[in-house]
């Protein structure tokens, strides 16, 4: 999974290029998460909306889970302010995410 940062988008070359590179790999599904609603207003704004994204994404993960979703093998990388929402992810979703990885983190 991936996610975006702070004004950005799933359209963004960054964003497209890694999309891309784990797909050449051929051993990779990727979601690439596009929460641009919420990350081109104002920085403060952003930063208040961050948990509101994380808890939808919750919701679809553990969803997951119900249907043989294997969780040993997710990866949940974010960019920027999505690195924020990689770490709410990871403490409030009911499994144990065995990596996340932030790009950059905000404080």
Known sequence: MYIHG??????????????EA???????????????KFANDSYVTVTRNAPRVANALTMILDKMTKVDFDTEKLHVIGHSMGSQISGYIGRKVNFKIPRITGETPEV
Not at 6 to 19: P, R
Not at 22 to 36: E, F, G, P, Q, T
């Open 6 to 19: 702070f004004s950005e988008n799933v359209e963004k070359k960054s964003v497209q290029t890694i999309v």
């Open 22 to 36: 784990y797909l050449k790999r051929n051993d990779h599904n990727i979601i690439a998460v596009d929460y641009s």
